[in-house]
């Protein structure tokens, strides 16, 4: 295809305002355009691809994000037209800005009898500067304002640069693992052209492979000979897995390398840490295969095996967040179908010992011990609410309780406010999109990015359950909370763990300082003493529930703790 019959967009918006809805009712409306005058390449964002880098995983989406817009000349701003401006539009719009792309700005869901393009319009210039005369009215739903877009793609969506005679560069900007193709990458040329048979390399990793096929999704693949400079496709190469294959990188010929690779190429950081472990211990060298198949298409999912007094043999894991570690453990428990206990997640702290030493801590209990100790620093995000005003009170009173510092307070328009913190990793982490939501009647909408660490006065809080450390269950607080920490969760403890035949003390230290104690009551009689000479039959199902409570129990030392337990410090606020 001649370069300037090309357009290569990609769609924005907030979730749920109709990328996926709008993507595709614009692959059927290209697809039935007759006249073929113009090939429009339609580069979804990942966000809609991947349920899983929507909501909370925001700032990790961010990278995939941009480089999904480094493959563009434009974009479609898409925004509900009876919501308004939300945290990931701004967010997404940032990048496009930075990318330098035409942005073509689209009111969508104008069907909804509560929908207000007006208002929504100005807000839109209001916030981000962008003019919205030409804004195109839209219901991806019924089909409205479709060929609108398209027209206006082609006439504001600038053809990409005619840059065939250099020497190839294609930017990675997806892929995903086929068990028949190995894994399958999607590139946008930037630089030169790519045949079928053509031997590559890629630079960041410096793999090399010989391409197996090669073709364009339209959305369906149709295999290709070449590709060429401004094109999208996509290639497979018999690669094993998708880390191999990782978005930002560049691909280039083995032959006649280009120079430089593309910028922007950066390794998927954990930032959320957990152990899993089976509560069979028998199920451990199914549960390390579940986790080597799981990251042949998770190219962010780390793990390393974990062997704890208390837990027995398992894995330390890492996560892009609290969303992804969650999805993780389902597909583990449903796919697998394995049982598990899973640690209280936790953010990757960094420690200096006197000797001038820098520790990862990805795990409370790796802390040093506090007489070594110098310092310890814990990431912090920029995070940015925007809520309708009447709940501006209520989360600023959130953020200061999660050690937020204030940064800025400005008036979207008249009714809706932007709020913008300094908070650290840990805090949002635990359950703050939640409290968000529920201060806010689920109006408020949020977007974090990480900045950096920063020293506090942090300390390890250490749980004993029966005169034992229990290693999954410490924490790593702010002291100012760890006092308050320490109360509630032996208190939670003690209604999350069933009575034995004995009594069971429950402790908090910081050190050698208990900070707090708790004691679960001795069991009087045997559960099943008040079913003697009753029917059967109830007897039958109280062993049955037994059975099934007692699934999620791992026993420590002589104390049997189920699953919420390990949890119960994410409930304390
Ligand atoms: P995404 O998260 O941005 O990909 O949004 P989706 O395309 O998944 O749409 C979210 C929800 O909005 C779905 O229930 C859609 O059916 C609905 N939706 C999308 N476009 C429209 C529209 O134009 N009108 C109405 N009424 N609903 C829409
Ligand atoms: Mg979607």
Known sequence: ??????????????????????????????????????QACLLACPSCALPWMTTQSHALQLPAVSRSLAACEGCLLVVDASQGVEAQTLANVYLA????????????????????????KREIEEVIGLDCSHAIMASAKQGLGIEEILEEV??????????????????????????????????????GELRRGDLVKFMNTGCEYDITELGVLSPKAVEVDSLYAGEVGYLAASIKQVADARVGDTVTLKKQ???????????????????????DADQYPELREALLKLQLNDAALKFEPEVSSAMGFGFRCGFLGLLHMEIVQERLEREYDLDLITTAPTVVFKAVTTDGTEHIVDCPSKLPPGNRLDSISEPYVR??????????????????????????MQYLTETRTTLVYNLPLAEVVTDFFDALKSRSRGYASMEYALTGYRENDLVLLDIKINGEMVEPLAAIVHRDNAYYVGKALVKRLKELIPRQQFKVPIQAAIGARVVAS???????????????????SRKKKLLKKQAAGKKRMKSLGKVDVPQEAFMAVLQIN
């Open 1 to 38: 295809v001649a370069p300037d019959r090309v357009r290569n967009f990609s769609i924005i918006a907030h979730i749920d305002h109709g990328k996926s809805t709008l993507a595709d009712q614009l692959l059927i409306k290209t697809d039935t355009v007759e006249n073929r005058d113009m």
């Open 97 to 120: 800005l930075e990318n330098d792309l035409e942005i073509i700005p689209v009111l969508n869901k104008i069907d909804l009898p509560g929908a207000d393009p007006e208002r929504v």
């Open 154 to 191: 082609v006439r504001r969506v600038p053809p990409p640069a005619d840059n065939r005679g250099k020497p190839l560069r294609a930017l990675i900007f997806d892929s995903y693992y086929d068990s028949y193709k190995g894994v399958v990458v999607q590139f946008r040329v930037m630089d």
């Open 257 to 279: 390398p280009a120079a430089e690779a593309l910028g922007g190429y950066t390794e998927a950081q954990p930032m959320v840490f957990c152990g899993l472990f089976p509560t």
């Open 383 to 408: 995070l940015e609410v925007i809520t309708p005003k009447e709940y501006v009170g209520s989360i600023m009173e959130l953020a200061q309780q999660r050690r937020g510092e204030y940064v800025d």
């Open 518 to 536: 708790e004691a679960i009551p001795a069991l009087r009689k045997d559960v099943l003493a008040k079913c003697y000479g009753g029917d059967i």
